[in-house]
Every structure is written in C-alpha cells, then in structure tokens.
C-alpha cells in the first residue's frame, strides 16, 4: 500500500469482513499479460513500451526496499491509454523486503529453505531459498517474460516441475535467435544476459537491463529531463524570406552548437 506508480496496481484500503481480511485494489480494465500473449504476437513497439513500463515499476519498488519474487504475465495487467497497452504489475503477495528496509520488515517473513513464486519464471536462486533472493532473481523474471513476448512460448516448460526444475537450473533453453529471428540483436543479448543461472554474471538491476536494451539516455536522462533540440536555421538570421529553402539547420542542446545538413522550409 505504501507503492504509488503509474505502472503499479494500487492497494487503497483494507479491512475486515466477517473475519476475512480484504484488501481494496485499484481496477485494472483489460487483460493479463498472460492472456493479452495467448491470442497476440507484439510488435517491437509494443513489446518495447511495456517493458519501459514494467522497469519503471520494478525500479521504484526496488527503490522502496522490495522484491517481487513472483513477476510472470499473470502478475501484469493492461489497460489501453490514448491506444498504447499500459503495463500495471499486481499481486505483491510474497513480496521480499530486503534488509537495508528492515523498518518496513513485517512481523513474519519467509522461513530459510522455502520455496515460492512460480517455477516456469523463478530463479534459481530462488528455487533453492526465496529468503535468500536480491533484485537480481526479479530480472531474471524479467528475462523469462521477454522471452516468451519475443518468442511466444516459454522459456523454460516441461511435462512436470522437475523437469522445469532442471532446465532452469541448468540454464537450457531454446536460443530465441532460432525460435523467434528477425527481432534486433539487443534483444537476444539481454534475454541471455538476463537468463544467466549465475546471478553474479546476470543483468542484476533494473537500470542494468534498460541501458543494454535502450542505450545509455534510457537510464540517464528522465524523459523530462532530456535537452530540448532547437532548430536554427541559418538564413532566418541572414533575413531569408518565409516559403524558402533555408538551407542548413543548426541543432542545440542549450549548450553545444552542432551543424546539420538538411532542408528546412518555413
């Protein structure tokens, strides 16, 4: 309840009824993303926008001392603002509080030696202890969901959970180059970065996985923040007359000039 982002469902009330405990969420008019991937293949946009979305969420609750430790598609919902898909990640039922937010530590936490999430996205770190968990095994999470947005299956699936036990522990799975061409290579290299059974050879944060999927700007400069281009056109300042050609375009970050060779017409 203490979470309020955009890309985050919204916890705003609780209390008893008839001896049950509820809880009064945000409501979220649209699929999972489970089911959203069950009748859909996104495009680069979309897939790119949702999980712009789905960092910006994981990084504020990191930010707040919180693992998720059960992020899948089924976790994710949708709604559809000005035509655009808008990712809202739900159910923080097993979430972890790390240690440097002891404050926020609730009364009673996860026992050493147990198992929880759900095995088709966990880590496997996690699998062997979800107390002993770090940011880390929710971008692994993160990894498995791309994964199946890119290639349109799972990453790790099996006839039973032993057999997905092993697989994720072992680090095999389909290469999604074979599975799914055609996407930018960025994409194949995070997936794998981010699938490391290893978490010390991982993509181990939020900021980590963005700026090797979008580029450094991505992680640097808020959208608020990025420097706004000024158009300048040379021959405005010569007195060129409106209609015309006016040639070469100076664009500015505020700060440093640089030259373009371009047209533009006023």
């Not at 979220?28 to 293949?41: C, I, Q, Y």
């Not at 939020?206 to 420097?227: I, Q, Y």
Request: aromatic content about 8%; overall charge negative.
């Amino acid at each position: 309840a203490k979470l309020a982002h955009p890309n985050i469902v919204s916890v705003t009330d609780s209390f008893d009824f008839d001896g049950c405990p509820v809880l009064v969420m945000e409501y979220v008019d649209g699929p999972s993303l489970h089911n959203f991937l069950a009748n859909t293949r996104p495009s680069l946009v979309q897939v790119e926008g949702l999980l712009r979305g789905i960092l910006s969420a994981l990084k504020y609750a990191h930010s707040s001392g919180l693992v998720h430790r059960d992020l899948k598609p089924a976790n994710i919902l949708l709604s559809t603002v000005s035509g655009e898909l808008h990712p809202k990640i739900t159910d923080f039922g097993i979430v972890k509080v790390l240690d440097s937010f002891k404050e926020y530590r609730p009364s009673s936490h996860t026992k050493a030696g147990v198992t929880l999430g759900t095995l088709c996205y966990m880590s496997p770190e996690q699998m062997a202890n979800s107390r002993s968990v770090t940011v880390a095994s929710d971008m692994y999470s993160l990894g498995c969901i791309l994964y199946e947005m890119v290639c349109g299956q799972r990453a790790f699936d099996g006839p039973n959970s032993f057999a997905v036990q092993a697989k994720v522990e072992e680090g095999i799975y389909e290469d999604p180059q074979v599975v799914a061409p055609g996407w930018p290579q960025r994409f194949y290299d995070v997936i794998k970065g981010a699938l490391e059974p290893d978490p010390a050879q991982r993509i181990s944060s939020c900021e980590e996985f963005e700026r090797r999927l979008f580029g450094e700007m991505a992680v640097h400069s808020p959208r608020s923040m990025l420097p706004t281009l000024i158009l300048e056109p040379d021959a405005i300042r010569k007195g060129g007359s409106k209609g015309k050609d006016k040639g070469d375009v100076k664009v500015s970050d505020g700060e440093h000039p640089v030259a373009v060779r371009t047209k533009l017409w006023v």
